[in-house]
C-alpha cells in the first residue's frame, strides 16, 4: 500500500509556471506507475500524465503537450509534474495516483490517490 501527498499548488497568472511535487509513503515506490489526474470543478477527472516505474516511459494528455513534463526521483519517493504556459483552463484540482504494472490513462486503474493540490491560473 501507498499513501501521497501533493503540494506546489496556488495562484499563478496565465503564461507562468508551478511545479508540484507528490511524495509517496512507504519502500516501495519504485514498483508504481504514477499518474496525474486533474478536475476543475463540474468536470469529470480527466488524465494529465503517467510514467512508468522507472521514469523511462512517459505519456501526456494533448492538452498539455509540450507545457506539462512528468518525471520522477524514486530516492526521494517523489513524482512532480512541471507546468510551464499555464493558461486559465488549466485551473483545476491536480491528483496524484499510483498503480502496480504500467501507467494508464483510466483513473479507475489506480488505487491509491492523494488529496489533491489546487492550481488556478487567472488570466
Known amino acids: 500500500q501507498v499513501q501521497l501527498v501533493e503540494s506546489g499548488g496556488g495562484l499563478v497568472q496565465a503564461g507562468g509556471s508551478l511545479k508540484l511535487s507528490c511524495l509517496a509513503s512507504?519502500?516501495?515506490?519504485?514498483?508504481?506507475?504514477m499518474g496525474w489526474f486533474r478536475q476543475a470543478p463540474g468536470k469529470e477527472r480527466e488524465f494529465v500524465a503517467g510514467?512508468?516505474?522507472?521514469?523511462?516511459?512517459?505519456n501526456s494528455a494533448d492538452s498539455v503537450k509540450g507545457r506539462f513534463t512528468i518525471s520522477r526521483d524514486n530516492a526521494k519517493n517523489t513524482v512532480y509534474l512541471q507546468m510551464n504556459s499555464l493558461k486559465p483552463e488549466d485551473t483545476a484540482v491536480y491528483y496524484c495516483?499510483?498503480?502496480?504494472?504500467?501507467?494508464?490513462?483510466?483513473?479507475?486503474?489506480?488505487?491509491?490517490w492523494g488529496q489533491g493540490t489546487q492550481v488556478t491560473v487567472s488570466s
Open positions: 495516483a499510483a498503480r502496480q504494472g504500467y501507467f494508464s490513462g483510466s483513473s479507475s486503474l489506480y488505487p491509491y
Open positions: 512507504g519502500r516501495t515506490f519504485s514498483s508504481y506507475a
Open positions: 510514467i512508468n516505474v522507472s521514469g523511462g516511459s512517459t
